[in-house]
């Protein structure tokens, strides 16, 4: 099964809003709510920043916020600062034979 | 607080064997399913194998990539997970991460071993 469907890059200035997509099937995003992301800094580990479609994890500011629609996972990013300059991933489950599937990733540039 | 340490990380010829260890502490590692994922030099996210609870029967799911060559393990009496990589190959180089499962996410990450595998 191919990973899902991330943009390569997305950028925004200081203050602005970005969304970054994640595009699946109903076999994994459309069929479960079961949607993560992830924020990863260059050579540091992952950290969960949305689980459960929605959910912000305690510490998570609430500048970042997740939805879905249909086999289309989103992230969105409000208030942009500088430190939000990273590489995102979403994720979701994909039933009992694939289990569990990444998107390729998203680069996020803070202008 | 949760802390997940990797170890056992190197290099290795194509064909060899490599055992992956994570000592786990800041939480109750016998109630908590575990997996690891893989991140290749410049590339994404791989998921490559979660365990489940020794009560939910300790069974274990694989990536296709590396179902029947890897396997994964846990020692609750030490609080350890361990991934028993056989067979390598170049394309199983990659940065490997313990993590913490929880219903579809992980919620917590070692901060990785590299694992070479060249001639």
């Known amino acids: 099964q191919s990973a899902l469907t991330q943009p390569r890059s997305v950028s925004g200035s200081p203050g602005q809003s970005v969304t970054i997509s994640c595009t699946g099937t109903?076999?994994?995003?459309?069929?479960?709510?079961?949607v993560s992301w992830y924020q990863q800094h260059p050579g540091k580990a992952p950290k969960l920043m949305i689980s459960d479609v929605s959910k912000r994890p305690s510490g998570v500011p609430d500048r970042f916020s997740g939805s879905k629609s249909g086999n289309t996972a989103s992230l969105t990013i409000s208030g942009l600062q500088g430190e939000d300059e990273a590489d995102y991933y979403c994720c979701s489950y994909a039933g009992t034979y694939t289990v569990i599937i990444f998107g390729g990733g998203t680069k996020l540039t803070v202008l | 607080e949760v802390q997940l340490v990797e170890s056992g990380g190197g290099l290795v010829k194509p064909g060899e064997s490599l055992r992956l260890s994570c000592a786990a502490s800041g939480f109750t590692f016998n109630n908590a399913w575990m997996s690891w994922v893989r991140q290749a030099p410049g590339k994404g996210l791989e998921w490559v194998g979660r365990i489940n609870t020794r009560g939910g029967g300790g069974t274990a799911d694989y990536a296709a990539p590396v179902k029947g060559r890897f396997t994964v393990s846990r020692d609750d009496s030490t609080n350890t997970l361990y991934l028993q990589m056989n067979s390598l190959k170049t394309e199983d180089t990659a940065v490997y991460f313990c993590?913490?499962?929880?219903?579809?996410?992980?919620?917590?990450w070692g901060q990785g071993t590299l694992v070479t595998v060249s001639s």
């Open positions: 109903s076999s994994d995003v459309g069929g479960y709510n079961f």
């Open positions: 993590t913490r499962y929880g219903s579809g996410h992980f919620d917590s």
